[in-house]
């Protein structure tokens, strides 16, 4: 059985999808992305315009015809922070369905935190201690804290990359950031274990700090270091600046447009947090969704394999 996710998110449309194999595996076999950059059109106007609309329906429309779907697929439409905000969703909804004969399913900000949260428990051991959970895209941050690997807090904060980048008054927005993640700084917060931080900034952050350090990314598991490690090599990577990150680190040119806000944004959660360990996974939500629809199958915790395909993503 073959299992798939189409991602609508504030700075690219994600594909992927997995095989169930009955053995117990869950082969995850293809993932591609389009970088259609929605959240700048919705940050900055407050919906999708015709021309963007046109551009969405025309990426999942390619999309899909990479992936090929039959009626026995399980296949599920997703959109994030930029869909939700977005205040022409209403004829959004229509057009796909009406182009793509596809229902879209807009997470709220506490259902992607909770997605993301679920797939990260799946594949990582975060039963001990506290534990913060931080998955940064281009609209919004997730945080989640666990005690003993049980939520005591979740929010979902409008501080993504693309928000971040466009802002004109960064100073005032790192203030507002420090505000908003107050919530982190308690007594519990103040002996966090783990800093666990997810999405595609977070899985370059931690190829680059594999590299830079001989330790191992592994696809899925991440990588995780002593935060007293990464600290200083944060500020250095940032100061190495976009050619360097293209050239050393071969870094795309669309991550390199948001790559800068992350760092920021990866470096003023840690000063909140002063974790003991940083955790990089290379699980990102379009796999927690993955793991869900295999969850509604019945399917839970499975083994996970990375198909050769998969490891080598494509970009349309």
């Not at 900055?44 to 999309?63: E, M, N, R, T």
């Not at 700090?209 to 592994?218: G, I, Y």
């Not at 002063?274 to 993955?290: D, N, V």
């Not at 399917?299 to 990375?306: E, G, H, T, V």
Request: aromatic share 4%; charged share 20%.
């Amino acid at each position: 059985m073959r299992l798939a996710v189409l991602e609508v998110g504030s700075n690219a449309i994600r594909l992927a999808s997995a095989v169930w194999h009955p053995s117990g595996t869950l082969e995850l076999v293809l993932r591609q992305h389009v970088p259609l950059r929605l959240g700048e059109t919705v940050f900055s106007s407050g919906g999708v315009s015709d021309a963007a609309l046109q551009k969405l329906c025309d990426a999942l429309g390619q999309l899909l015809q990479q992936l090929s779907p039959t009626p026995q697929d399980r296949l599920q439409l997703c959109a994030t922070s930029a869909l939700r905000d977005a205040n022409n969703l209403l004829e959004i909804r229509a057009r796909l369905q009406h182009e793509l004969g596809l229902e879209l399913v807009v997470l709220s900000g506490a259902e992607e935190a909770a997605r993301i949260r679920e797939g990260l428990l799946q594949v990582h051991t975060l039963d001990s201690g506290t534990v913060v959970l931080g998955d940064l895209g281009g609209g919004s941050l997730e945080v989640s804290i666990l005690q003993e690997g049980k939520l005591q807090r979740q929010e979902s904060l409008n501080f993504g990359t693309l928000r971040w980048q466009r802002a004109a008054q960064v100073p005032e927005l790192e203030a507002s950031f420090h505000e908003s993640v107050q919530i982190l700084q308690s007594d519990a917060i103040a002996t966090a274990q783990r800093l666990v931080l997810s999405g595609g900034n977070a899985k370059w952050l931690g190829r680059i700090l594999a590299e830079e350090t001989q330790h191992e990314f592994v696809p899925i598991s991440g990588l995780e270091i002593p935060w007293a490690e990464v600290q200083p090599r944060l500020q250095q990577i940032a100061a190495a600046g976009p050619e360097t990150w293209r050239t050393r680190w071969r870094m795309r040119p669309q991550q390199i447009e948001t790559f800068g806000a992350a760092l920021r944004m990866f470096r003023l959660l840690g000063e909140t947090v002063e974790p003991e360990h940083l955790r990089l996974s290379g699980l990102a939500l379009k796999e927690a969704l993955l793991l869900q629809s295999a969850e509604t199958l019945g399917i839970r915790n499975p083994a996970i394999q990375i198909a050769p395909s998969y490891d080598q993503p494509k970009t349309s």
